[in-house]
């Protein structure tokens, strides 16, 4: 079936930004309606769906007929509608092939989940049909229950925690319950920090656990087909779908992305753009265990204090692996250093009030008293590192924006081992050591944190050797050292070709001039 649906997420500025913008007024209005008025479940208006079939073509698209009591309406036309589960999700509709006979009505319509059209396993959708009548009358029917995207072939099982739910195959009950009791155990800790609320209405996540690595990278969203080819991810959190999909069942990659979708719950205001990484990645690894000394173990035992980065230099991910490898501990040190020393209320009031519309510096300094430059000098000298200097008047960083990238990877790489040559072999991931003396499973590393694919982000405080950061081919970061230079070959062609010109308009203009006679 041709695919006629229409994704109202993003539209694009120029001459037809208004037609797209009054497509999008009509279709976030459609998800109140169905909710209340004329369309809601009991009203005159609601139709009832009979039957609904799904066929799951995992990887490429879910085909569904939903089977509606039109109750001997006469149809003009037919929508249907679907909205992934999420926290800001849009509804996306098709007009779809319909047959209708007597009192009912068939309706057939498909969602790409293929290439373009990526969806993670454990997504779920929404269903609505709306009917409208030739005299203009609009009814709607309801799908009764969520349609979740999961390979059929797969003998999924499922499992509950705190404010969680896991979907997974191939791994003993015993397992699942173990990590459970691990990570409901760093729940309080989460909540305390975070400042989310143990209340009803807050969001339940879901986690799709494959039994390894390798099972999983192919439902990864499309990064690069070598990230496909060499296993490079554990894991991909997707906020925006309140779940996270996970390629070992292993506690602490599951409480890092757990962190991040928590988090993403604490500053989910539309008035800002999403965290710095030194603070959202900070908080997922500090969450881990709920301690800095891990962190601050890893810095003393593998990074000169001179080797420390500047928080203005960490507003998103570093593009070099020796920069990677003192990025996560420093973020996870310095936030652990922020909440053991100010206290979890503190780091829950700052992030209430980035979410409320502060900014990062401004937020920072009217919970903590001082600003973050300044602490982060109080911090630096417990590890014998210089004090950095503080501008008089500090610009806001620029920080990427919400939504970016395709979702938040975990990397196969040992970050507290200290190694940069770790990679990963074809046959699946590379044993990674749980500290110094001691080494863990291959399927299992310890510390795998989320490494977020930058998106050319520019930090505006960054001066000197800041260099141009962006995202390679193969979809790894890059980032070229030194100062920004321009490009001295374009510089000469157009040197080149502006002569070129003037050589031409000279000599053109003096053809036409009359000429002297001897």
């Known amino acids: 079936m041709t695919n006629t649906g229409i994704n109202i997420g993003r539209y694009a500025a120029g001459p037809s930004a208004l037609i797209v913008l009054l497509l999008t007024v009509n279709l976030v209005a459609i998800p109140g309606a169905l909710a209340s008025g004329p369309y809601a479940p009991n009203s005159p208006n609601a139709l009832t769906v009979v039957q609904q079939t799904v066929d799951i073509d995992y990887g490429n698209k879910i085909s569904i007929t939903t089977v509606v009591d039109s109750g001997a309406r006469s149809v003009d036309s037919v929508r249907a509608l679907f909205r992934p589960r999420g926290g800001s999700t849009v509804w996306s509709y098709y007009y779809p092939e319909f047959v209708v006979e007597g009192e009912g009505m068939s309706v057939t319509f498909e969602i790409s989940t293929g290439p373009g059209s990526y969806y993670p396993p454990g997504t779920e959708f929404e269903i609505a049909i709306e009917v409208t009548s030739p005299g203009g009358d609009v009814s709607v029917a309801r799908s009764p229950g969520m349609v979740e995207y999961l390979d059929p072939a797969k003998d999924w099982q499922r499992a509950a925690g705190d404010g969680y739910s896991i979907v997974y195959y191939g791994v003993s009950a015993p397992d699942v319950n173990s990590l ?208 950095l200097a503080i501008p008089s008047a500090t610009p806001e960083p620029t920080r990427p ?20 040559g770790n990679s990963v072999p074809a046959d699946g991931p590379a044993a990674v050591p749980a500290d110094d003396s001691a080494a863990t499973s291959t399927t299992a590393p310890v510390f795998l944190p989320t490494a977020t694919p930058r998106t050319s982000a520019v930090n505006s405080e960054v001066s000197g050797n800041s260099g141009n950061s962006g995202t390679s081919g193969d979809g790894s970061s890059t980032e070229t050292e030194g100062n920004s230079n321009p490009d001295y070959l374009v510089a000469g062609l157009v040197t080149v070709l502006l002569i070129v010109v003037g050589v031409w308009l000279f000599t053109s203009r003096r053809s036409k001039l009359p000429k002297r006679k001897s």
């Open 180 to 387: 459970i009791a691990q990570v409901n155990s760093r729940i309080p800790t989460l909540r305390d920090v975070l400042g989310v609320p143990d209340t009803p209405d807050f969001p339940v996540f879901k986690a799709v656990v494959f039994p390894s690595v390798r099972d999983a990278t192919p439902s990864f969203p499309p990064v690069s087909q070598t990230a496909t080819d060499q296993f490079l991810f554990a894991g991909f959190a997707q906020p925006q779908y309140r779940l996270f999909v996970q390629g070992q069942m292993n506690p602490t990659t599951f409480v890092h992305e757990l962190a991040h979708l928590f988090t993403h719950e604490a500053v989910s205001s539309s008035l800002q753009g999403g965290l710095p990484s030194w603070l959202g990645e900070g908080l997922a690894r500090f969450l881990e265990t709920g301690s800095s000394s891990s962190s601050n173990a890893r810095l003393r035992s593998s990074v000169h204090p001179d080797e420390l980065l500047s928080l203005r230099h960490m507003q998103s991910i570093p593009g070099q692996r020796s920069d990677v490898f003192i990025f996560y501990p420093q973020a996870g040190a310095f936030v652990g250093y922020l909440v053991e020393e100010f206290g979890a209320g503190s780091m829950a009031d700052y992030l209430a009030a980035f979410n409320g519309g502060q900014s990062v510096l401004r937020a920072f300094e009217e919970v903590y008293g001082k600003s973050l430059y300044e602490v982060e000098n109080d911090w630096r000298a417990n590890f014998e590192a210089g004090p």
């Open 401 to 420: 924006a919400e939504g970016s990238s395709a979702g938040t990877p975990v990397p196969l790489v040992d970050y507290r081992s200290g190694s940069t």
